[in-house]
């Protein structure tokens, strides 16, 4: 016999659904555990609105592009032919590192480690990269980096290791920043040696001074619940590291053919040569006229034609600009051609372009361990870092490449595309060489190409080479304000930022 259920127990039934669903916001899906109680184990669960923008930083929307120079290779070098791959989204420096970024560097550095003058003179630029000869180039030597005539142009004498370290270094005082700011800390302003706070330190509760009240700790077994815990990776406060962008980024978010984009439509509508549309160097035509006809680069227009002549200089720069100069490209970035070269992650190999993965493609990768002590704690160096070892063999049995002992070959992928290189027998490239683009102040226009690549030992540097930073994007490929699209809106707080930034130009 069938027997329906009266209206009003329905509506009984109904209501305590209802009430359910309401105290089961903060369940788990899949076991219906409370989340943030003590009570119910103490998992954590919060709401998150996606990552936050870094300090002069740009997002970068990831997607598809044909890597390389599409037009003649000029220097027939066969180097760089055209390979479509796939980017994934990522934040960039709006401008190169300037001077004025790179003296607070130097400034923490000797603070931070007094007893260790080697560490501070390896963190110095090599100013004598601007002598020459047959040239005189002096002034250049003793007042370029320091003199606050130039403290807004391009740091450069960086090598690509020194570039690495300031990657590291900005990455650590953003995250005490961050720390600092919401009060987990104290900012270690006079720490020094291993009192240094670095990201991975604190993450793993291997940094101890300056801690302040924590989060709140729903775990039934915390120590001392009023006190609270460190900030964890999975509570989203700090930020990825900084780092140096691969060379398939910076050639992506040089070219910015976001612009070129048909609205609507998965389709661009022309490949550029330039970060900028066209095959000149000087601005078309535009709305302002007083742009059109105005240099889009700081580049050599031909030997001995740094700038052009008195009374119409056409770049207004002999040597280096100042970082804001010149149109930024459609993703709001500034001199992607031109005033320097820019260092990137990868090892520089001829053969890059035929056997690179065509996801995120990097040559360059180090496999590393932490080095643990008998309680499996990270073990620290003198410099307050986590302390990093090779991956031994037994270790890489997953892997594709490795020989006994330690690790070797995964740095330049030689193994996997079966080439040799004898340095400095049949070859000038060695497992040091790196890769940079851009062009710069005395290169010609050719250079200017996102194409175009050059490498330079990792030690080395020259009076043509900065850099800019780099970051991740987690989670979705899109900014937080948007679900979709081409939306590169900036939070109010980062545009006041990047206007201070810039107003730095007219001390």
């Known amino acids: 016999?069938?027997?329906?259920?009266?209206?009003?127990?329905?509506?009984?039934?109904?209501?305590?659904?209802?009430?359910?669903?309401?105290?089961?916001?903060?369940?788990?899906?899949v076991t219906n555990f409370k989340y943030n109680d003590t009570k119910w184990g103490g998992f954590e669960a919060?709401?998150?609105?996606?990552?936050?923008?870094?300090?002069?930083?740009?997002?970068?929307?990831g997607g598809t592009v044909t890597q390389g120079v599409t037009e003649q290779d000029v220097t027939f070098e066969y180097n760089n032919i055209p390979r479509r791959v796939t980017v994934s989204s990522f934040y960039m420096d709006e401008t190169e590192i300037s001077n004025l970024h790179y003296r607070e560097y130097v400034y923490w550095v000797t603070k931070q480690f007094p007893d260790f003058p080697e560490v501070i003179k390896n963190s110095l630029p090599d100013t004598l990269v601007w002598r020459e000869e047959l040239a005189f180039n002096e002034p250049y030597v003793q007042y370029y980096f320091r003199h606050p005539s130039y403290q807004n142009y391009p740091?450069?004498?960086?090598?690509?290791?020194?570039?690495?370290?300031?990657?590291?270094?900005?990455?650590d005082r953003v995250n005490e920043m961050i720390l600092a700011e919401n009060k987990y800390i104290t900012p270690n302003t006079m720490g020094t040696g291993e009192d240094n706070f670095t990201s991975e330190t604190y993450l793993s509760q291997q940094y101890t001074t300056g801690i302040k009240k924590g989060k709140k700790d729903y775990s039934p077994y915390a120590a001392d619940p009023k006190m609270g815990r460190y900030v964890r990776m999975e509570d989203g406060v700090l930020l990825p590291d900084y780092r140096l962008p691969t060379e398939a980024e910076w050639e992506f978010a040089a070219l910015g053919l976001?612009?070129?984009?048909?609205?609507?439509?998965?389709?661009?509508?022309?490949?550029?040569?330039?970060?900028?549309?066209?095959?000149?160097?000087?601005e078309p035509s535009s709305?302002?006229?007083?742009?059109?006809?105005?240099?889009?680069?700081?580049?050599?227009?031909?030997?001995?034609?740094?700038?052009?002549?008195?009374?119409?200089?056409?770049?207004?720069?002999?040597?280096?600009?100042?970082?804001?100069?010149?149109?930024p490209n459609d993703y709001g970035l500034y001199n992607m051609a031109g005033n320097v070269n820019e260092w990137v992650a990868d090892v520089y190999r001829p053969n890059t372009y035929f056997d690179m993965e065509d996801l995120n493609p990097y040559r360059g990768n180090e496999y590393q361990v932490r080095d643990l002590d008998e309680d499996n704690y990270p073990l620290l160096d003198s410099l307050g870092r986590i302390r990093y070892r090779p991956v031994?063999?037994?270790e890489a049995v997953n892997r594709r490449n490795y020989k006994k002992g330690y690790v070797v070959d995964y740095l330049d992928g030689d193994s996997t595309s079966y080439v040799t290189y004898d340095y400095g027998k049949t070859t000038l490239v060695s497992d040091n060489a790196r890769v940079y683009k851009g062009g710069s102040w005395a290169d010609e226009a050719f250079w200017c190409s996102p194409g175009s690549r050059r490498y330079?030992?990792?030690?080395?540097?020259?009076?043509?080479?900065?850099?800019?930073?780099c970051m991740i994007r987690l989670g979705g490929d899109v900014d937080n304000e948007t679900k979709g699209g081409n939306n590169f809106k900036k939070t109010k707080k980062q545009q006041k930022m990047n206007k201070t930034n810039r107003n730095m130009n007219k001390f």
């Open 46 to 61: 919060h709401k998150y609105d996606g990552q936050a923008t870094g300090p002069n930083l740009v997002l970068v929307q």
């Open 155 to 171: 740091v450069v004498g960086v090598s690509w290791l020194q570039s690495t370290e300031f990657c590291k270094w900005r990455g």
């Open 392 to 394: 031994k063999d037994e």
């Open 287 to 327: 709305k302002e006229k007083w742009a059109q006809g105005k240099m889009l680069a700081n580049y050599k227009r031909g030997r001995g034609d740094y700038a052009g002549i008195a009374g119409k200089l056409n770049d207004n720069s002999i040597i280096t600009a100042p970082v804001y100069s010149f149109m």
């Open 1 to 29: 016999m069938k027997r329906n259920l009266h209206p009003v127990m329905l509506l009984a039934i109904a209501v305590l659904v209802v009430s359910f669903s309401a105290s089961c916001k903060k369940r788990s899906s």
């Open 258 to 282: 976001v612009g070129n984009r048909v609205t609507g439509n998965e389709m661009i509508t022309d490949r550029r040569i330039y970060p900028w549309d066209g095959t000149s160097l000087r």
């Open 456 to 469: 330079l030992e990792e030690d080395k540097s020259t009076c043509t080479i900065g850099f800019r930073c």
